[in-house]
């Protein structure tokens, strides 16, 4: 509903999506080799930060679940990143607000630069370091992010439900900041 809040855990890297932009913008337009470091990824290959593992959540749905949480909703973020995702779990005339800026891994801004992808485009196709959202009402986010941090996550809050129109497209429904 119209309020809820939106609590998002990290994402490890690209967690397996996006990797036709990725070798485009690293290893053809900026012609990097998977065995290339540059500084933008602090000492990690273009390799393995390609294939950092896709973290799981199954723990911290756990955690929110036995804290007896109202989860209104709940969305892991692949393919088609926030805009691709979280609206599938937000009901017609909702949508969400993101409410901040959040650290991502450097992966995706050595994608960014690499490539000259706009932000736009990266929004579309990767997970941009919001690996999970729940979505829960506000007075219980602070239950919520209690859970999380005693199960070892980094909750943050990413933005609040709101109203929007009706006739709003499905993946503009995420409202970034200006």
């Known amino acids: 509903v119209e309020g ?8 490890s890297g690209l967690h397996s999506n996006g990797y036709s932009l990725a070798r485009a913008a690293l290893l053809d337009a900026r012609e990097l080799e998977l065995g290339s470091r ?7 290959t273009v390799g393995e930060a390609l294939l950092t593992p ?6 911290a749905v756990q955690a929110v679940l036995a804290a007896g949480i109202d989860v209104r909703a709940m969305s892991h973020v692949t393919g088609g990143g926030l805009p691709g ?6 009901p017609e005339g909702l949508g969400l607000r ?9 992966i995706f ?4 630069k690499a490539g000259s992808v706009d932000e736009g485009e990266m929004r579309r196709t990767f997970n ?4 999970f959202v729940f979505v829960v009402p506000a007075e219980a986010v602070g239950r919520a992010d209690e859970a999380l941090r005693a199960a070892g996550e980094a909750p943050f809050v990413l933005g609040r439900a709101v109203a929007v129109p009706s006739d709003r497209p499905f993946e503009e429904r995420v409202e970034w900041p200006a």
Request: glycine share 6%; aromatic share 4%; hydrophobic share 45%.
């Open 85 to 90: 995702n979280l609206t599938r779990v937000l």
């Open 128 to 131: 941009v370091g919001v690996g």
């Open 109 to 112: 801004d050595l994608v960014k």
């Open 38 to 44: 540059p500084p933008e990824l602090r000492g990690q």
């Open 54 to 59: 896709t973290r799981l959540y199954p723990r």
């Open 98 to 106: 993101v409410e901040r800026a959040w650290s991502r891994a450097p």
């Open 4 to 11: 809820d809040v939106a609590i998002a855990l990290p994402a």
